[in-house]
């Protein structure tokens, strides 16, 4: 019995711990403010091939070590073909095909990118956010995230990046309140 009302006081005592780091969490981030965009995006001068530079570590990534990369296409109907690759630590390349599509006006910064197949499009959660939350006036350097700071990518087209551009970028993220200390630099070989 003692055994018993020791396993319910530790399992109340962890839902406590669990409900209070789940407020705090939830403060925190409500005491952020909002991620910014850019003001606009030209959905045709942005496709191409961009480069990964960094990026925050995330699950569908785990794969790859090396020369990650998305290529961008205006489809016929007016979204846009992603096809992402990258390098895996047994040498291979592995593809990613999926589709994205602008939120909002013909000049949104904000779309909504999909990996999982076209019949399940019908689902929200299928769909991931793609922000547009900086872009030099060139096209040549951009960074992508979320509503929430979950994700975060910096791309360019060329597969460097000076030091001078990169830690501008980092200064800019950190004024929009993203930790910067969590990013992962990209390898990218010939």
């Not at 000049?107 to 547009?132: H, I, M, N, Q, T």
């Not at 060329?158 to 551009?165: F, G, I, M, R, V």
Request: aromatic residues 12%.
């Amino acid at each position: 019995m003692l055994m018993l009302k020791s396993f319910f006081k530790f399992t109340y005592l962890g839902l406590v711990v669990a409900l209070c780091l789940g407020h705090l969490n939830a403060y925190s981030q409500s005491s952020m403010s909002p991620v910014k965009t850019i003001a606009s995006l030209d959905v045709p001068r942005y496709m191409g091939n961009w480069y990964e530079i960094a990026k925050f570590p995330n699950w569908f990534q785990k794969k790859c070590v090396a020369n990650t990369k998305a290529v961008y296409a205006i489809k016929s109907d007016g979204n846009v073909q992603v096809l992402n690759s990258c390098k895996t630590a047994s040498g291979e390349t592995t593809l990613a095909e999926g589709l994205a599509k602008q939120v909002g006006p013909k000049d949104s910064p904000k779309l909504e990118v999909r990996f999982a197949p076209e019949w399940l499009s019908f689902l929200p959660l299928v769909w991931g956010d793609y922000w547009v939350i900086d872009l030099d006036t060139q096209y040549q350097v951009a960074v992508v995230s979320d509503p929430k700071r979950e994700y975060l990518w910096i791309l360019s087209r060329s597969p460097q990046l000076d030091a001078k551009t990169y830690e501008d970028l980092l200064l800019r993220l950190q004024q929009q309140q993203f930790d910067v200390r969590k990013l992962e630099m990209t390898t990218q070989q010939n």
